[in-house]
């Protein structure tokens, strides 16, 4: 007899970045950060875990490829929390199915081409602890669960809840007090829209984990975003409630923007944008700018991760007009893909 289950998790895309940990091991930010879940439709991770007797090692499969599960690492982090988590059931409920010692195999897939040079690890961590609880039928919430895939990949605590999500940077040193949270489902703001714009499928490049931690070693800047964070936070958590686009749009723009300061002042400095991710800048600017000229409010707003990707949020109304701008920017190879998300629409192409 064996046991099975398959979850799924939808990327995130910050807002408010998290850029940089104070304890590497249990991966507790610097700053809080808060970001948007694409809708479950689209970019999506799927993980199904498998316990039975017969299997004689933990296994793990990512897009059909044997992968490897270092000890101590955060695969087997996020592994043995999950397990020690079905000990405590079998232990207190003496008619509880007995078979958390037994090894799992874990499949993963992502839907969106692992090629398109979008972040995995965050819908990759999410759903395979939440396939792991569905498996062990764990009692616990998604804050508890956010807490575990956070040990995977910080940014993953974020994908166990939909809409906006805010990750809590906590103070506590086991870290009890560092989770993601829900600030405002999905229908609460459902005619926002986010596009992403692949602009390089290259993995190449500084990782987040690596290049985080070289800009809290050596950049002077990142004090002052320390400092400027916490007021972001609060505003755009306003600016949510109030479906304040205009207001929604500057922060995460500007945070963007400090974000890749910091990266710019790390030692040796790290760039992550291109010339098609600054030449989107200029257009969202310059396409704000009209608006804000002519006494209306800004329509777009565009952030970049590790990478020269952008993701342009705007209101369902303005998208296609953003696609169009774009297309006529820009020759036809600048991009891999283009991908309309978080609403119903996938202007793919
Ligand atoms: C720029 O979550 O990938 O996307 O915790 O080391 O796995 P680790 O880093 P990761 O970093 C994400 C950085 C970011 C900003 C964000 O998603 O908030």
């Given amino acids: 007899k064996y046991f099975q289950a398959t979850a799924s998790a939808p990327v995130n895309i910050a807002c408010i970045k998290y ?3 104070r304890d590497t091991k249990l991966i507790l930010p610097t ?14 991770s799927t993980t199904t875990s498998r316990a039975d007797p017969s299997f004689t090692e933990d296994t793990i499969w990512l897009n059909g490829k044997l992968d490897e599960i270092k000890p101590g690492g955060r695969l087997s982090t996020c592994i043995d929390a ?18 958390s010692q037994c090894k799992v195999h874990i499949c993963s897939y992502n839907n969106f081409p692992t090629a398109a040079g979008l972040a995995s690890s965050a819908s990759g961590f999410a759903a395979l602890v939440y396939s792991l ?17 956070r040990q995977g990949s910080g940014s993953a605590c974020r ?28 229908i609460a703001w459902s005619d926002m829209h986010a596009l992403i714009c692949v602009v390089s499928d290259d993995k190449k490049g500084t990782s ?11 950049s002077t800047l990142f004090e002052q975003r320390k400092a400027v964070v916490p007021g972001r936070m609060r505003a755009i958590t306003e600016a949510i ?21 910091v ?28 608006s804000l000229d002519a006494g209306g409010k800004r329509k777009a707003a565009y952030t970049f991760d590790a990478g020269p990707n952008a993701v342009i949020y705007a209101p369902k109304e303005n998208i296609k007009e953003i696609v169009e701008m774009i297309v006529e920017y820009f020759p036809q190879e600048s991009f891999k893909d283009t991908f309309a998300l978080f609403g119903k629409e996938d202007v793919r192409g």
């Fill in 31 to 44: 700053n809080s950060s808060l970001s948007v879940t694409l809708s479950q439709d689209h970019l999506r």
């Fill in 82 to 99: 999950m397990r020690r988590a079905r000990e405590e059931v079998e232990d207190a409920d003496p008619k509880a199915e007995k078979f």
């Fill in 19 to 21: 850029w940089g940990k």
């Fill in 241 to 261: 409630h109030k479906r304040d686009f205009d207001q929604f749009a500057e922060i995460t723009m500007k945070d963007s923007n400090s974000f890749h300061a």
């Fill in 263 to 290: 990266a710019l002042d790390t030692d040796p400095p790290i760039f992550y944008l291109n010339d098609v991710s600054r030449a989107i800048i200029a257009i969202v600017t310059e396409y704000n700018r009209v």
């Fill in 159 to 186: 994908s166990l809840f939909g809409g906006f999500v805010a990750w809590r940077e906590g103070t506590a040193p086991d870290g009890s007090d560092s989770f993601a949270e829900q600030v405002a489902p999905e």
């Fill in 133 to 149: 609880a569905k498996l062990y039928q764990l009692p616990a919430s998604p804050k508890d669960l956010s807490i575990i895939a």
């Fill in 208 to 218: 987040s984990t690596a290049g985080m931690q070289r800009t809290v070693e050596t």
